[in-house]
């Protein structure tokens, strides 16, 4: 056998050596995690840091970090929003929140928020797309026992695209006969009922004639005393601005007990106006940013008192001032029936 042979035999014999690799990119165990998440959502990392080299996501070595550590990142199911517009009677509905399980109301009484739920979710499953149990309807507005709208917003989300039959009038079929549905449509992944909101109006009826209208009762609150009209409309435009209203907000110090935090009572009013409706009906129509629990009420109803002469108007000016708390304002609130969201305006849609 020639050398050159023996050369040729000895080089198929020799086992292979491996190209030297450079050594793993040794970094920090918290940039590492960061940037295994960021490799593991290679979605987000081009427009989010377009500066990133492609093998600072890919070279370093997660030996050093633990088994823990190394769970995929949550991946939130796409959106697909839709917005709508609610009327509803609160007079036999327990307000608009769906109560808690633990709650007393709970298993007795309605709620409009979860007749809503059913008969979307009933909607939805006729054409073929069950909503998960955790299913829930953002409205505007949270309206009290008895409390009704005229133009209560809402949003909800679906965790696929929508079938083609999901329409305002498969749903509105589905609804009792005191809720209707009046509008209904695709919403961007961005909108919110309660944050995108500029504005809410709010009415409260009340009615000066001798006689009440029967078929009113329900919707206006009967005065049946006299009221100077111009005093109530002096204590109506004490609460325009932004203001503490802690004095005329329910439960405030509970809250602040069971949470252990301050309650921001500060809301802006932009308008409250006394109308005259005719033979002897009247709305107070308040426009504002946002209200407090039970804030639209307590106002009404201290009004009403500085207008019947029962509550001097220093002492409501007294109140505005200092904000003291609830059990301060010695004023009832209005009763519940006279009141109504009017409508809930929106950034451009003005």
Not at 60 to 79: H, K, M, Q, V, Y
Not at 94 to 99: A, K, L, T
Not at 170 to 177: D, G, K, Q, T, Y
Not at 209 to 215: E, I, L, Q, R, Y
Request: proline share 11%.
């Amino acid at each position: 056998m020639s050398r050159l042979t023996q050369r040729h035999a000895y080089l198929r014999r020799r086992p292979a050596i491996p190209y030297p690799r450079p050594p793993p990119l040794l970094l920090p165990r918290k940039v590492a995690l960061v940037l295994l998440l960021l490799a593991r959502a290679r979605a987000f990392t081009q427009p989010l840091f377009p500066w990133l080299p492609a093998r600072a996501l890919s070279s370093f070595s997660a030996a050093s970090l633990p088994a823990s550590e190394l769970t995929d990142p949550p991946i939130l199911p796409p959106r697909y929003r839709y917005r709508g517009t609610l009327a509803y009677d609160g007079t036999y509905f327990s307000g608009w929140q769906v109560q808690s399980a633990g709650s007393q109301k709970a298993p007795r009484h309605r709620t409009v928020q979860g007749e809503l739920a059913a008969a979307i979710r009933a909607s939805c499953a006729d054409l073929g797309l069950p909503l998960p149990e955790r299913f829930c309807v953002v409205g505007a507005g949270r309206t009290d026992t008895g409390v009704h709208a005229a133009g209560q917003a809402f949003h909800f989300d679906l965790p696929s695209p929508p079938p083609p039959g999901l329409s305002l009038p498969s749903v509105a079929l589905r609804l009792p006969p005191d809720v209707r549905l009046l509008s209904l449509s695709p919403a961007a992944p961005d909108f919110h009922a309660i944050l995108s909101s500029s504005s809410k109006t709010y009415a409260y009826r009340i009615s000066l004639a001798p006689v009440p209208d029967p078929f009113g009762r329900c919707y206006r609150h009967h005065v049946y005393y006299p009221l100077d009209l111009g005093l109530l409309r002096r204590a109506l435009s004490l609460f325009v601005g932004r203001r503490d209203f802690r004095a005329f907000a329910g439960q405030v110090a509970q809250k602040e007990a069971k949470t252990g935090k301050p309650v921001d009572t500060v809301r802006e009013v932009y308008s409250a106006e006394l109308v005259d409706e005719g033979s002897g009906c009247y709305r107070i129509s308040f426009r504002l940013k946002g209200a407090l629990y039970k804030m639209v009420r307590n106002l009404v109803g201290a009004a009403l008192g500085v207008a019947a002469g029962k509550v001097p108007l220093a002492e409501l000016e007294r109140l505005m001032e200092e904000a003291p708390g609830r059990e301060g304002n010695r004023s009832k609130p209005a009763p519940a029936g006279g009141l109504t969201m009017e409508c809930v305006q929106y950034r451009g849609e003005e």
